[in-house]
């Protein structure tokens, strides 16, 4: 039994070791993608956000940049979860604790473990990725209203931004009493939440 329990922590182990390696590849596989993509997508612009007489409402829909928003859940989080599930089981596996209690220490571990490198991993993009529209980062930018925005955050609407010569589409709430109409002029007061902001008529 308890060798059965050894064999089966040590596989998780392994298993979490393979997922960080498979998530690290995946992940530099998709910041490649993107930044060929984001590369592809100002070379197709045929009007530059800062050319005279720029619309920003009609600029195509399939060429906004999206803005980052973090996940709750990554691939490199996940290896970090088997890894610490896998590390309380190998340790306290024939230590006498029974395996219902094992598994709950070994389950809130890694939980705590995958919320933790979730967490980092977006702090160290923000830090360090210059290209990426991060939301937090879009406080003081102007814009104008694409969907109406009720009055006094009653309702959400959508704000198409200019940031970092990319332009880019979120939802918005509005801090004035009244209804902000498409085409209104508007500037980000701050971050909402991880993809909403707060704006008002400008």
């Known amino acids: 039994m308890i060798m059965g329990i050894f064999e ?3 596989a998780i182990g392994k298993l979490g070791i ?3 390696l498979f998530g690290s590849v995946a992940e530099a596989v998709m910041f490649i993608w993107e930044r060929m993509q984001r590369k592809n997508r ?3 612009d045929s009007e530059p956000s800062g050319k005279p007489g720029f619309d920003i409402l009609k600029y195509p829909a399939d060429k906004l940049a999206k803005p980052y928003v973090p996940r709750l859940v990554t691939a490199e989080g996940t290896a970090g979860f088997f890894i ?14 029974p395996f219902p209690a094992v598994a709950l ?10 919320v933790a490198v979730s967490n980092l991993k977006y702090s160290s993009r923000i830090k360090s990725d210059s290209d990426v529209i991060f939301v937090p980062n879009l406080s003081g930018c102007n814009g104008k209203v694409s969907v109406a925005i009720p009055a006094g955050v009653t309702g959400e609407g959508k704000v198409r931004l200019v940031c ?3 332009v880019t589409e979120i939802k918005a709430l509005s801090s004035d009493e009244v209804v902000l109409d498409p085409g209104t002029d508007v500037t980000v007061l701050y971050a909402w939440k991880d993809d909403e902001v707060m704006v008002k008529k400008i």
């Open 105 to 114: 220490i070994a389950m809130f571990l890694g939980i705590s473990c995958e």
């Open 164 to 166: 970092k010569g990319a």
């Open 42 to 44: 100002k070379s197709e």
């Open 84 to 97: 610490a599930a896998g590390i309380v089981c190998m340790i306290l596996g024939g230590s006498g604790i």
């Open 18 to 20: 393979f997922l960080v």
């Open 8 to 10: 089966n922590a040590a």
